[in-house]
């Protein structure tokens, strides 16, 4: 089994900065792509950023410029800058990731949600 263990959530106000870290543990041979997702109340689940295990990133139109993924491959973690924060940023953000377990394959495994509000 896999844990996908998401921190650094919080209360922030608009131009306000957070990182968020998601730690990968358990039966892991390695990890393809990681993704950041967020989802606001009433609204759908939304991809956000994304990252290859070589390092190539993606990003949603709404977050460039303003939010940076990377990852730590050596201690299976995954983080979030994110800078210049809004409102509209106000969010659950989940992380995601494809783990590749040898005798199983490729497993889609999510976090449990860390809760990003940006108010004034």
């Known amino acids: 089994q896999v844990q996908l263990v998401e921190s650094g959530g919080g209360l922030v106000q608009p131009g306000e900065s957070l990182r968020l870290s998601c730690e990968a543990s358990?039966?892991?041979?390695?990890?393809?792509?990681m993704f950041w997702y967020r989802q606001a109340s009433g609204k759908e689940r939304e991809s956000i950023a994304s990252?290859?295990?070589?390092?190539?990133?993606h990003y949603r139109d709404s977050v460039k410029g303003r939010f940076t993924i990377a990852r730590n491959n050596a201690k299976n973690t995954l983080y979030l800058q994110m800078n210049s924060l809004e409102p509209d940023d106000t969010a659950v953000y989940y992380c995601?990731?494809?783990?590749?377990?040898?005798?199983?394959?490729?497993?889609?495994?999510w976090g449990q949600g860390t809760q990003v509000t940006v108010s004034s």
């Open positions: 995601n990731a494809v783990v590749l377990q040898i005798g199983v394959g490729k497993t889609d495994y």
């Open positions: 358990g039966n892991i041979d390695s990890i393809n792509a």
């Open positions: 990252i290859t295990n070589g390092g190539y990133t």
